[in-house]
């Protein structure tokens, strides 16, 4: 375990940083959403493998997908906020953050208790549906808010 989340922790550190800049560069904020979204989705359908090498690079996508969408997400809102609400918006962007990972990492516990690897796939459902969802901040403006 603790070499799995070191893996994840060291992948983070380097989405989030050099790699985030340079895909900054090539892509704007929204489509980074779209397409972490999409590989946030992907990595859950291969937890429900068995096969260590597939886990293994679905904590590899977990990573990446959320280092691309979340800091992307929050800029987003930070943006659109303004000078004046700004920092009140990140704030609550990252509490409600924090409440959904304690919902959430609690609510897949159960879940897993209960339905086992299909728990992933539900994930899965959940992420996609963001993925859907997301394709309409390619369409809002900043003065659009």
């Not at 493998?49 to 929050?74: E, K, Q, R």
């Not at 918006?89 to 959430?104: K, M, P, R, T």
Request: hydrophobic share 55%.
């Amino acid at each position: 375990m603790g070499i799995f989340f070191a893996i994840l922790s060291g992948i983070m550190v380097l989405v989030q940083g050099p790699i985030l800049r340079k895909a900054l560069k090539k892509f704007s904020e929204e489509k980074l959403v779209v397409i972490g979204s999409l590989i946030s989705g992907t990595n859950f359908i291969l937890f429900v493998s068995n096969d260590i090498a597939l886990i293994y690079g679905a904590a590899i996508l977990f990573a990446v997908g959320n280092g691309l969408m979340w800091p992307s997400i929050v800029s987003i809102l930070s943006k659109h906020a303004g000078t004046i609400h700004q920092g009140a918006v990140q704030g609550i962007a990252s509490s409600c953050a924090s409440l959904a990972s304690i919902i959430g990492l609690t609510a897949g516990g159960l879940l897993y208790n209960l339905l086992g690897n299909t728990t992933f796939l539900i994930s899965a459902g959940v992420i996609f549906t963001v993925f859907i969802l997301s394709f309409q901040l390619l369409r809002i403006k900043k003065g659009d808010w």
